[in-house]
């Protein structure tokens, strides 16, 4: 049975850096058959794809327009995780975050528990 | 950005009713659709792939159809689990609908 657990700060600064971690079990972020992605969800932007990394041969991302220019999403392989990095955050990246997998049936079928971030001074 | 539009966005019915919700893509994604439920407080759940293939687990009362840009869930008689929220996705560029808010009439 696959889970991921999420980690990471509730509470941002402006202008500062948002840092997410999801730590994989019953699965390997080097896995040639599944691609491992960031995920948001607020009340304006409903939810939101931002990005993903995943192995076939080499690593390979992928990232949404909206945030292309200040993401960054980095596997660990010797910790199974991977890792969601969001620069110069606004007020308008305030949302849950959640990491989740898109497996065999490259839909999203393991999910994260969401953490919720808030940008604020 | 293929965008995708659902409808409705809130449905009343009771339960026992069949339900069926629309989703509608900007331009062609072949059969790449998925459809998700999400409960409050929780994460979204994989119900349907490849806009048909039921995901294993979801009970045969759920249903998807469709291709190319035209698109439906359908619960042939809906149970008091299944007042939630549902989704469409498209993974060709992974963008979502809006969201259909299944209520108790």
């Known amino acids: 049975q696959v889970e991921l657990q999420q980690s990471g700060p509730g509470l941002v600064k402006p202008s500062q850096t948002l840092s997410l971690t999801c730590a994989i079990s019953?699965?390997?972020?080097?896995?040639?058959?599944?691609?491992w992605s960031w995920i948001r969800q607020s009340p304006s932007r409903g939810l939101e794809w931002l990005g993903r990394?995943?192995?076939?041969?080499?690593?390979?991302?992928d990232y949404a327009v909206s945030v292309k220019s200040r993401i960054t999403i980095n596997p660990d392989t010797s910790k199974n995780h991977f890792s969601l990095h969001l620069y110069s955050v606004t007020p308008e990246d305030t949302a849950l975050y959640y990491c989740?997998?898109?497996?065999?049936?490259?839909?999203?079928?393991?999910w994260g528990q969401g953490t919720m971030v808030t940008v604020s001074s | 950005d293929i965008q995708m539009t659902q409808s409705p966005s809130t449905l009343s019915a009771s339960v026992g009713d069949r339900v069926t919700i629309t989703c509608r893509a900007s331009?062609?994604?072949?059969?790449?659709l998925a459809w998700y439920q999400q409960k409050p407080g929780k994460a979204p759940k994989l119900l349907i792939y490849?806009?048909?293939t039921l995901e294993s687990g979801v009970p045969s009362r759920f249903s998807g159809s469709g291709s190319g840009t035209e698109f439906t869930l359908t619960i042939s008689s809906l149970k008091p689990d299944d007042f939630a929220t549902y989704y469409c996705?498209?993974?060709?560029?992974?963008?979502f609908g809006q969201g259909t808010k299944v209520e108790s009439k």
């Open positions: 331009q062609s994604i072949s059969s790449w």
């Open positions: 990394t995943y192995y076939a041969s080499k690593w390979y991302n």
């Open positions: 490849k806009a048909s």
């Open positions: 996705q498209q993974y060709t560029s992974w963008t």
């Open positions: 989740a997998r898109a497996g065999g049936s490259d839909a999203f079928d393991v």
């Open positions: 019953g699965d390997s972020v080097s896995s040639n058959s599944a691609a």
